[in-house]
């Protein structure tokens, strides 16, 4: 079914239409992937509801609280629908989603038995990987070509086929593989020319995703990375996007610990509590877990996880309150849990008069469950901005992502209620609605004086 959509938008936006099928491409068909497809299958079978997804179930304030106007996210704007979505994806391994699905146990049995039909339809495409950026991950479904600039020649190719074949009228790509050994970016990276340069010289610096999303904006497709890989921060991906006029987003799904982190945080920080230290430990047993035991891959976890507290807690701002935080981020590789994480967080914080105190968190969350619906959700607002014709970072979408990418010189936003306004004001800007400043004076009124003034 295709939603009915009233929107009007500013005179100067035009929304293209939702028409068509939409193509849905995830480099990886791991647990993310999977949990992903998994869960819009369930959904349209009527199996299950789609809990977590903001498209799917949000609703907007509209106009004056005495208005009482609010509407459903998906009937404010244009999005596609969930039966207008057509799955594919590139895997080093060969298993289809059925198989993946199965392996990656995030899913009882029998729900994975009810969707074989529709995921053992998914097969994955070879990959472009390399194992010096992916260190403990090998398969045989991978890509050979005499260098890189070939491979993305291929992904292109991939991504024209796959369009053709489904007869989609637009695709999104969205990174749900692996996380990459923490590579700064080079001077390979300083422009568009540089890294097409490097892409044809096999610079070592070019890492899969670089290649993924290189292709994916030749194609003019939006990109969203939902790894920590600093795939969307390197200058030439930001430049590539804003030529190509096509949207790029990330940084690492925002689940877990780091979204207790961004609601907690700003809490102490607007009350003014100050902070020693933050100790956050995690066990993790599934294949993100192995990956992420070796150092490479944790230190680019390691790196968008912490940053965040840095930027809730501007100790140059605050330093009395900030200044000495002990902020400490582990993750355990533990098989047992499978993709059932558990996260530990001891906050030693300090009140009035530096009176200490302690904050303890146990949370026993599932990755992929928390993963799911921002896949989905990236997906149809990454559509959404195409074909709103918005180009480069969509820093809206923060809300999503653990190390939110600006635009050079801007410092991230991170607490998630601000993320949640600004996004909400982004779609009440596509539909020419009032944008909300929550001021609420208006409802109050403020004396005058005898000259009538304030
Ligand atoms: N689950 C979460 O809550 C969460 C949160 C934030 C970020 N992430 C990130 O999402 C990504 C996926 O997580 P997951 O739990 O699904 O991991 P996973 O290991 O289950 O799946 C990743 C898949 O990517 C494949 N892969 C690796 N390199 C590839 C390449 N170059 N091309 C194509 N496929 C490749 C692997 O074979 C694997 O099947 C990871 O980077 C992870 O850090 C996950």
Redesign the pocket.
């Known amino acids: 079914m295709k939603r009915e959509s009233s929107h009007s938008v500013p005179d100067n936006l035009t929304i293209g239409a939702s028409d068509g099928k939409l193509a849905v491409l995830t ?7 999977t949990t992903f497809y998994a869960g819009v299958f369930a959904v349209l079978r009527g199996l299950a509801k789609p809990i977590g997804s903001y498209t799917q179930m949000g609703q907007v304030r509209l106009g004056k609280r005495t208005e009482n106007r609010s509407k459903k996210v998906f009937e404010l704007v244009p999005l596609a629908s969930l039966d207008q979505l057509v799955f594919g ?5 060969p298993d289809n989603a059925y198989e ?1 699905a199965k392996h ?1 146990r995030v899913l009882d049995g029998q729900l994975v038995e009810q969707l074989k039909e529709p995921l053992s339809a998914i097969e ?1 495409m070879p ?4 194992r010096n ?2 260190r403990r ?1 090998d ?1 045989p479904n991978v890509k050979k070509g005499p260098n890189k600039m070939d491979l993305a020649q291929q992904l292109r190719r991939d991504i024209q086929d796959f369009i053709r074949r489904n007869g989609c009228s637009r695709a999104v790509m969205v ?5 990459e050994v923490y590579t700064p970016a080079t001077a390979v990276h300083d422009s568009i020319k540089t890294f097409e340069d490097g892409l044809k010289n096999n610079d070592p610096a070019i890492s ?2 670089q290649i ?1 999303a290189y292709a994916a904006l030749c194609e003019r497709i939006p990109f969203a990375n ?4 600093i795939t969307v921060e390197m200058p030439c991906i930001q430049q590539l996007a804003h030529e190509m006029h096509t949207p790029i987003c990330g940084s ?5 610990q780091t979204l207790m982190k961004t609601v907690i945080a700003p809490g102490l920080r607007n009350r003014l509590l100050g902070v020693a230290g933050w100790y956050s430990t995690n066990i993790l047993g ?3 877990g ?3 035991d070796d150092p490479g891959s944790f230190k680019s ?1 390691e790196v968008s996880k912490r940053g965040v507290l840095n930027d809730i807690f501007s100790a140059d701002k605050y330093p009395d309150l900030y200044k000495d935080i002990h902020h400490v981020v582990r993750i355990n590789y533990y098989p047992p849990r499978g ?1 059932n994480k558990e996260g530990w967080d001891n906050i030693d914080i300090f009140g009035w008069l530096g009176y200490p105190m302690q904050i303890k968190i146990n949370f026993l969350c599932r ?2 469950i ?2 799911a619906p921002i896949v989905l959700d990236l997906a149809l607002f990454m559509d959404l901005c195409k074909r709103a014709k918005m180009r480069g970072i969509q820093e809206w979408l923060s809300f999503y992502f ?1 190390a939110p990418v600006t635009n050079p010189g801007l410092a991230p936003e991170h607490d998630l209620s601000v993320q949640l306004l600004k996004l909400e004001n982004t779609l009440r800007f596509f539909t020419n609605e009032e944008l909300i400043n929550h001021l609420g004076l208006t409802y109050y009124g403020i004396d005058e004086g005898p000259d009538g003034s304030r």
Not at 127 to 130: L, P, R, S, T
Not at 226 to 229: E, H
């Open positions: 480099p990886g068909i791991g647990a993310v992937a994806g590139w895997d080093v391994f993946a990656a994955p990959a472009v990987f390399d950026f992916v991950l398969g990174w749900c593989a692996s996380t899969p995703s993924y939902g790894s920590p890989n690492d799904f925002k689940t877990g599934n294949r993100d192995e990956v992420l976890k993709d990755d992929s928390l993963a653990k």
